[in-house]
């Protein structure tokens, strides 16, 4: 096995090199390594951690790679947690490496999100200011956004593509208060044999979100999401997850009497 801790600082290296140091009892078939990436050219970074840069975006480091699994992404581990990955060996990837509560608040516990494509932008945010008694919560050249209390739902409008006769349902979704709770969904959607897309610290619809997409049986996208930071410079360009087609799934019989109600 090895464990490589990746960084970007000379500080960083230190306190990594620190950490592994401190290891007890490290087998002979291990091996920890503690990497400064900091001027390192594009040939010199990992392929693991480009992935994870891609993923991410932003604080991908430190990172903890496990036998080219990364496994923490953003902080450095701590001697339990290089324990347990050497006692407990490391299956798969972290489906999600970075941990964050909502930068958003809202009183429930979760809220329904609908994204939809309209033909006029300003009209549809009239239409809407009268049909929820309030403005939008943001509102761009490109895209409006209300949050709404009672019922509580996020609704958002997107114009760069043309509804069908009778409108169109961009993507629906489920939004949540911490990373915690789109890794819970994740897992309990891989228990189904579900297939899913992520998203980890990811700028969409101008706001930092993390999140996972599954398809229903229509093809229905739904993402579980939270959003980590409330603002961001970028919106759903055409290549967004937002417009991406996704597998539908379907349950089976025997998975679905076994799965809970609720989350």
Same mark, same amino acid.
């Not at 069908?164 to 819970?184: C, E, R, Y």
């Given at each position: 096995m090895k464990i490589d801790v990746f960084v970007s600082s000379d500080d960083d290296q230190v306190a990594a090199q620190r950490i592994l140091d401190a290891v007890p009892n490290v087998p002979d078939t291990v091996t920890l390594v503690a990497t400064n990436l900091y001027g390192s050219t594009l040939d010199g970074v990992p392929a693991v951690v480009l992935q994870v840069m891609r993923i991410k975006r932003s604080g991908t480091m430190p990172l903890t790679v496990v036998d080219d699994k990364p496994v923490l992404s953003g902080e450095l581990p701590t001697v339990e947690q290089l324990t347990d990955y050497i006692t407990n060996g490391v299956e798969a990837a972290a489906g999600l490496v970075d941990r964050a509560d909502s930068a958003v608040e809202f009183a429930t516990a979760s809220r329904m999100h609908i994204s939809m494509f309209v033909n006029s932008l300003a009209e549809s945010v009239k239409f809407y200011e009268v049909f929820f008694g309030q403005p939008p919560t943001k509102h761009l050249d490109d895209y409006a956004k209300f949050e709404v209390?009672?019922?509580?739902?996020?609704?958002?409008?997107?114009?760069?593509?043309?509804?069908?006769?009778?409108?169109? +349902?961009?993507?629906?979704? +489920?939004?949540?208060?911490?990373?915690?709770?789109?890794?819970?969904?994740?897992?309990?959607?891989?228990?189904?044999?579900?297939?899913?897309?992520?998203?980890?610290?990811?700028? #969409?619809?101008?706001? +930092?979100?993390?999140?996972?997409? &599954?398809?229903?049986?229509?093809?229905?996208?739904?993402? +579980?999401?939270?959003?980590?930071?409330?603002?961001?410079?970028?919106?759903?360009?055409?290549? #967004?997850?937002?417009?991406?087609?996704?597998?539908?799934?379907?349950?089976?019989?025997? &998975?679905?009497?076994?799965?809970?109600?609720s989350a």
């Open positions: 209390a009672e019922p509580p739902l996020v609704i958002s409008f997107n114009p760069d593509r043309k509804p069908t006769s009778g409108g169109a +349902v961009n993507h629906l979704g +489920v939004q949540v208060k911490s990373t915690d709770i789109v890794m819970a969904m994740k897992e309990r959607f891989a228990a189904a044999g579900f297939l899913t897309d992520e998203e980890v610290a990811t700028p #969409c619809c101008y706001a +930092v979100q993390t999140k996972v997409w &599954v398809g229903d049986p229509d093809g229905n996208r739904w993402e +579980v999401y939270v959003v980590t930071e409330a603002d961001a410079d970028e919106g759903c360009g055409p290549d #967004c997850a937002c417009y991406a087609e996704i597998a539908p799934n379907r349950v089976s019989s025997d &998975v679905s009497s076994k799965m809970p109600v």
